[in-house]
């Protein structure tokens, strides 16, 4: 029952982190000159706007139950939703540009990390165990999603923002791998779970104990 319950903390802290990260992206491309997003409809807090059946239902879905049914299967906390849609011609300066959105996702999750974590520095008492497993929960995914999200996989932020790196031609080879990006991330999370989930815990820790003081990855 209490590998239910963490779940479903975790269930809430992916639709929060989602929801701001996707609304914050939208809002940094609509601000640096780029209309597409709003002109889509991506410039709201509804989550329909974004919502991927792959993405936001079932990768997380799955993750969900291994936490759930206590396998001793934790993969990080993953989800994505269908990319706000962008523009580089309207963009003043392109390069720049892409990158400041390209970062504003993961950098939207790291700072609701690092707000939870302060807030467990805030209430770290046993009389406040619920709280603490809330704020612990809330904490370790948004930190996940922000490094699940910068990882070079087509489609996702890393590989954006690897791909302004790349010459032209690879740039392109690259770009055109994001309508694979059910499958690697299936790959990702599943067949190479264990490289995988060593990285992003390893880096999550790292962050967990620069914001509230001890580690939150499981094991």
């Known amino acids: 029952m209490e590998s239910v ?38 410039l709201t807090w509804n989550p329909r706007s974004w919502f991927d059946p792959f993405g936001t239902g079932l990768v997380p879905g799955l993750i969900l139950v291994l936490w759930a049914t206590a396998s001793g299967l934790y993969p990080p906390p993953a989800a994505y939703g269908k990319p706000a849609p962008v523009d580089p011609a309207y963009l003043k300066r392109p390069v720049r540009d892409q990158v400041l959105i390209g970062l504003a996702g993961p950098s939207t999750n790291i700072v609701l990390g690092v707000v939870a974590g302060i807030g467990l520095r805030l209430v770290a008492s046993p009389r ?13 995914t948004q930190f996940s999603l922000a490094i699940f999200h910068l990882l070079p996989i087509p489609g996702l932020d890393g590989a954006r923002l690897v791909g302004l790196a790349l ?19 299936l790959v990702a999370i599943f ?29």
């Open 5 to 42: 319950r963490y779940a479903a903390y975790i269930a809430g802290a992916m639709l929060v982190g989602m929801i701001a990260r996707e609304y914050v992206r939208a809002f940094v491309a609509t601000r640096l000159g780029d209309p597409t997003p709003r002109l889509w409809g991506r």
């Open 191 to 219: 067949v190479l779970a264990g490289p995988i989930s060593r990285l992003v815990y390893g880096l999550v820790d790292a962050l967990c104990q620069l914001s509230s003081g001890f580690r939150c990855a499981p094991g």
């Open 128 to 140: 406040a165990l619920t709280a603490i497993e809330v704020l612990v929960a809330f904490e370790l």
């Open 167 to 185: 010459p032209p031609d690879a740039a392109r080879v690259y770009r055109n791998g994001d309508k694979y990006l059910p499958l690697f991330v």
